[in-house]
Nanobody, 115 residues
Framework: QVQVAESGGGLVQPGGSLRLTCEADGNIYTSTVMGWYRQPPGQGREMVATITGGERTRYAESVKGRCSISRTNGRKTMYLELHNLKIEDTTVYYC?????????WGQGTQVTVSA
């Protein structure tokens, strides 16, 4: 079992920046993939960025160039830095820990971009 907790969301003005943190408590292996997802209102959950244990990264087209994902602390802590935030980035952001065939999700952290 893996416990997952996100933090770092909040209210930010358009053009601003935020850093989200995900802490995973449990056995995290080199093969464990972690990622950030979000769910815009009325839509399904979509991938924002993912990172493998070997630090290979992947980004959604909507955030490329203004987003950075990283891992540290024995691969158990993951960060998502978002820059030049837009109003359409407003939603709940979820952390995913994928260990083998099992997915573990956090409760989410709200990001609101508003003037």
């Amino acid at each position: 079992q893996v416990q997952v907790a996100e933090s770092g969301g909040g209210l930010v003005q358009p053009g601003g920046s935020l850093r989200l943190t995900c802490e995973a408590d449990g056995n995290i292996y080199t093969s464990t993939v972690m990622g950030w997802y979000r769910q815009p209102p009325g839509q399904g959950r979509e991938m924002v960025a993912t990172i493998t244990g070997g630090e290979r990264t992947r980004y959604a087209e909507s955030v490329k160039g203004r987003c950075s994902i990283s891992r540290t602390n024995g691969r158990k802590t993951m960060y998502l830095e978002l820059h030049n935030l837009k109003i359409e980035d407003t939603t709940v952001y979820y952390c995913l820990v994928r260990r083998g065939s099992a997915d573990y999700w956090g409760q989410g952290t709200q990001v609101t971009v508003s003037a």
